[in-house]
């Protein structure tokens, strides 16, 4: 199962589906606000968390992300073995302000080897 945002505004749904298809996930997405998603995956509840851009502007998204919205989560995700990057596997960086200025969308897995597929996947469907 993968979750994402409620907010369509926020994450780009169609994309995030055939993302989804790619990986051989049948579920529907759980979708959840805030970092609830992050506490969420550390329970097992989904194995991938996509946040994809949901129109052009930054980096190809309109919306840039911000460090409050992920920075506790992404600690939480290492913590308990999965990994977080952005939309091309390179870690968030958190060093450039209140924004996400560095990175483009967000991505979690459960593990590294699913992350990798994850990528992999993002990188085939995404815009």
């Known amino acids: 199962r993968f979750c994402e945002s409620v907010e369509a505004a926020h994450s780009n749904h169609g994309t995030a589906a055939k993302v989804a298809e790619e990986l051989g996930i049948t579920a529907a997405p759980l ?12 329970r097992g509840e989904a194995e991938v968390y996509l946040r994809l ?6 980096m190809g998204s309109g919306y840039v992300e ?3 919205d992920h920075a506790a989560g992404c600690l939480l995700m290492q913590e308990a073995g999965g990994v977080v990057s952005d939309m091309n ?3 968030l960086d958190f060093g450039h302000g209140p924004k996400l200025v560095k990175n483009r969308g967000v991505l979690a897995s459960c593990s590294p080897e699913l ?3 994850v990528v992999a996947a ?6």
Request: glycine content about 12%; proline content about 6%.
């Open 122 to 127: 993002v990188g085939k469907h995404a815009d």
């Open 89 to 91: 596997g390179a870690p």
């Open 53 to 58: 851009p949901a129109s052009k502007g930054h």
């Open 66 to 68: 911000n460090i409050w």
């Open 115 to 117: 992350h990798e597929k």
């Open 31 to 42: 979708r959840l606000d805030s970092q609830v998603k992050y506490g969420a995956m550390c």
